[in-house]
């Protein structure tokens, strides 16, 4: 019967500490997320819509010169302005061959800004809210040092990814332009 009672009680704590946990982000960083996602918005609304849409048509031009701001830039912009996964939108601009690069590269950085512009993709916060809880425990002074370099991390990698898929895409793209499948 002590064993059915202790079952139990660990059973309920399971629940007692995910209440907590909920509580702890009811009062801080849900409220963070809500504010930041307002202000995006309204910064879109004071440079205007068009604006915003004109820079994405800008980025997509073509040529060699407009690979990094397409892949790092134009993503950049798309997943913090608009957010996971409307950020995806912004491929519209695009021509049809740069989309499916446009594509890794914004799903590809939608978690290394997570840590410092929180708003950008809230189903990944928790992954980075439990990385940055382990990394307080063991040295707090660095949890922010780490966001920073996630973010200029994953911009390298979304330039890599967006170049390789580039490369692999046009590659397939003219075998089968050549009577290929």
């Known amino acids: 019967?002590?064993?059915?009672?202790?079952?139990?009680?660990?059973?309920?704590?399971?629940?007692?500490t995910a209440a907590d946990v909920f509580v702890?982000?009811?009062?801080?960083?849900?409220?963070?997320?809500?504010?930041?996602?307002?202000a995006v918005n309204a910064v879109v609304k004071f440079i205007g819509e068009e604006r915003v849409?004109?820079?994405?048509?800008?980025?997509?031009?073509?040529?060699?010169?407009?690979?990094?701001?397409r892949y790092t830039l134009l993503a950049f912009v798309a997943v913090f302005m608009l957010t996971n996964p409307v950020c995806?939108?912004?491929?519209?601009?695009?021509?049809?061959k740069n989309k499916?690069?446009?594509?890794?590269?914004?799903?590809?950085?939608?978690h290394?800004?997570?840590?410092?512009f929180p708003h950008a993709n809230g189903g990944e916060l928790f992954v980075w809210l439990g990385i940055a809880a382990g990394v307080e425990i063991v040295?707090?002074?660095?949890?922010?040092?780490?966001?920073?370099?996630?973010?200029?991390?994953?911009?390298?990698?979304?330039?890599?990814?967006?170049?390789v898929t580039d490369i692999i895409f046009s590659m397939m793209w003219k075998s089968r332009q050549g009577g290929g499948a």
């Open 139 to 163: 040295a707090p002074d660095m949890v922010t040092a780490l966001a920073v370099r996630y973010l200029l991390a994953g911009l390298v990698v979304i330039l890599i990814r967006g170049i």
């Open 1 to 16: 019967m002590d064993a059915l009672v202790a079952g139990a009680e660990a059973f309920i704590q399971v629940f007692r």
């Open 112 to 116: 290394p800004i997570t840590g410092i």
């Open 88 to 96: 995806y939108t912004f491929g519209t601009f695009l021509p049809e």
């Open 53 to 69: 849409e004109g820079f994405a048509k800008w980025a997509s031009q073509e040529g060699w010169m407009y690979v990094p701001v």
């Open 100 to 110: 499916p690069a446009f594509y890794d590269a914004a799903v590809s950085f939608v």
């Open 24 to 38: 702890g982000f009811t009062t801080g960083i849900i409220p963070i997320v809500v504010v930041f996602l307002t």
